[in-house]
């Protein structure tokens, strides 16, 4: 299903987009040495459920899981990339820690990512590639103009990635959303230009460039959910929603507060 949004709940929208991005910042504040996995999940729950929002995640069960999810954000550290189930590890320094973040708020739902580095070690390998998936990012946010394709945007975020150096993985990428968090249509993280579905006001999209550091290949943790690199390299995914509107793309998911 490619869901158009109406101009009332693409503004209900930036409410859910904008409550994704502060718990992220949140998140990303407590992710210090010594904290918990499953504390971050717990904290997540919580500012989820005094919000009044709805988890995308806790009852999420699809083909490529083992039942459902059960938890309210995606924790992955160093090799885990994706879908990273929230278990009981401690963060150590010089981590690299993504949190990925999909919440429903009065009907509408959005999805972000982040990564970055907890305590004071910083690789500069690891901070290099949080910086290209960002790249990677905005590149696609900037192809994302009415009237453009799924492909331009795919195109563009794949000429950062390669340039950098990252082989790239097309089994997982971004999404549409709207009043479900995974819709069609599926925006590799690299592809052909104008190709794919014409962009149009009113369609939501999940962008998320992510890379492993020398490996396009994936395995499956005993969790049947966390994605990790084949060879065991780090790993970073940015991910924004945005909205398409007449005068190209608006992001949903920049926080409102530090």
């Known amino acids: 299903m490619i869901e158009i949004l109406t101009p009332a709940e693409v503004s209900r929208a930036r409410d859910t987009g904008a409550l994704v991005a502060n718990i992220l910042q949140t998140m990303k504040t407590r ?3 010594g904290t918990n996995l499953l504390d971050l999940d717990r904290w997540t729950r919580d500012m989820i459920v005094e919000a009044g929002a709805q988890s995308c995640y806790v009852d999420y069960a699809p083909p490529f899981g083992r039942g459902p999810f059960g938890h309210y954000i995606c924790t ?3 090799d885990a990339v994706l879908h990273g189930r929230p278990h009981d590890y401690t963060l150590a320094d010089g981590d690299l820690l993504t949190l990925d973040l999909a919440v429903s708020l009065r009907g509408i739902a959005a999805d972000a990512a982040i990564s970055f580095i907890v305590g004071t070690s910083a690789p500069a390998e690891s901070l290099a590639m949080i910086d290209a998936t960002e790249r990677a990012l905005s590149a696609g946010i900037a192809a994302a103009m009415p009237g453009a394709r799924t492909g331009d945007i795919s195109h563009a975020i794949g000429v950062v990635l390669s340039a950098a150096g990252y082989p790239i993985n097309t089994e997982f990428g971004g999404h549409g959303i709207g009043s479900t968090m995974h819709q069609d249509p599926h925006i590799t993280n690299t592809g052909r230009p104008g190709r794919g579905f014409t962009l149009r006001p009113g369609l ?19 969790d049947g959910w966390t994605l990790r690199s084949a ?17 190209g793309a608006e992001i949903l998911t920049l926080p409102t507060r530090d």
């Open 31 to 33: 992710s210090t040495v």
């Open 76 to 78: 992955g550290v160093n």
């Open 204 to 222: 939501l999209l999940a962008l998320e460039p992510w890379v492993m550091a020398d490996t396009a290949e994936l395995v499956t943790d005993p």
């Open 231 to 247: 060879t065991g390299c780090r790993t970073a995914h940015s991910e924004h929603t945005i909205a398409i509107t007449t005068d």
